[in-house]
């Protein structure tokens, strides 16, 4: 393989993915700053690359001398100048918002080197939507990696009309390097290729809960039992991607759409989730309690005892 040209990466956004993609980029070899303007934010991110290193030694049999390198690759900062001042890729994974998203990239615009490649990891919004303001249009892309990037190792690679060629070669050549299998979207679309498919679901899933139809633990039951192998189900996925990024995805294209039921489904985020400190995996709350959720112990998915038919058939009952 060529030379590697992206070594120096700088994650914007030291939330669930961005720690893992700065963690993960580390891992591979790369020399990593994580930014985050908010204390808070940098403490959660420091906390999470510490479970990482945990599951990389689990998961992936990473030895103690691995993890130790990993550790000298990656810096924390709160210094937007400082952060990128030596960045060959920028990757942008701040909350799905397009204000905050904006408002990183005009703070951040003067202060890049002349050849940083900027990526967004935004999973609904469009790279169009930020060319102009990067300062940078040509040399901006799309970048959007799945959740659990250690094992779901997908990236959807998404141009805009004025990404250049070659800064689509460097982008791809990096996921490999990281190991990544790099998906081209052939069109512009919200959502790219997984999200397209996984939001319907999800968000079908909350109108489930938000309309009394079911509980998040019979939605999961149904998925994983119909997915057989599947590790998650739709609220275990939720948990996964934090309730914060689920909350501004159902509200931005709920207020877009004008979806009356999207909109709902957000406000229940917000009111039963974010303003009672669940935010999933993170937190150790969300629709489950972590480490130990429910639908991951025995028995979840077993046929019940014939005791339980009378609870079944009074939640099935219409009053």
């Not at 490649?117 to 799945?146: M, Q, W, Y």
């Not at 639908?295 to 339980?308: K, T, W």
């Amino acid at each position: 393989m060529s030379e590697q040209r992206l070594r120096n990466v700088v994650v914007l956004g030291a939330g669930v993915l961005g720690g893992q993609i700065g963690w993960h980029s580390a891992y591979k070899g790369k020399t990593v700053v994580i930014y985050d303007p908010f204390p808070d934010g940098l403490a959660r991110g420091r906390m999470a690359v510490e479970r990482y290193a945990e599951i990389y030694k689990v998961d992936l049999g990473a030895a103690d001398e691995a993890i130790a390198a990993t550790r000298n690759r990656l810096t924390f900062s709160s210094d937007l100048k400082t952060a990128v001042a030596n960045a060959d890729l920028v990757i942008e994974a701040v909350p799905e918002d397009p204000e905050i998203k904006n408002k990183v990239y005009r703070d951040m615009a003067p202060l890049l080197p002349d050849h940083t490649i900027i990526a967004t990891n935004s999973s609904t919004l469009l790279a169009r939507d930020f060319a102009d303001v990067t300062g940078r249009p040509e040399k901006f892309c799309a970048l959007h990696f799945a959740n659990m990037i250690w094992a779901l190792n997908i990236v959807e690679v998404m141009a805009h009309p004025g990404t250049t060629r070659d800064t689509l070669t460097a982008i791809t050549e990096f996921a490999i390097e990281i190991g990544q299998v790099p998906l081209p979207v052939r069109k512009e679309q919200n959502g790219y290729i997984l999200n397209s498919w996984l939001n319907a679901l999800l968000n079908a899933s909350m109108t489930l809960i938000v309309d009394g139809v079911a509980t998040p633990q019979d939605v999961d039951r149904s998925f994983l039992i119909a997915n057989r192998g599947c590790r998650f189900g739709p609220f275990g996925i939720m948990d996964m991607v934090g309730m914060r990024t689920c909350h501004h995805v159902a509200d931005h294209w709920g207020t877009i759409n004008n979806d009356t039921q999207m909109l709902a489904n957000a406000a229940y985020l917000k009111s039963n989730m974010l303003e009672n400190g669940r935010l999933g995996m993170e937190s150790g709350e969300g629709f489950y309690s972590y480490p130990n959720p429910e639908f991951a112990r025995p028995g979840f998915l077993d046929v019940p005892s014939i005791d339980a038919v009378p609870r079944i058939v009074d939640l099935a009952t219409l009053s």
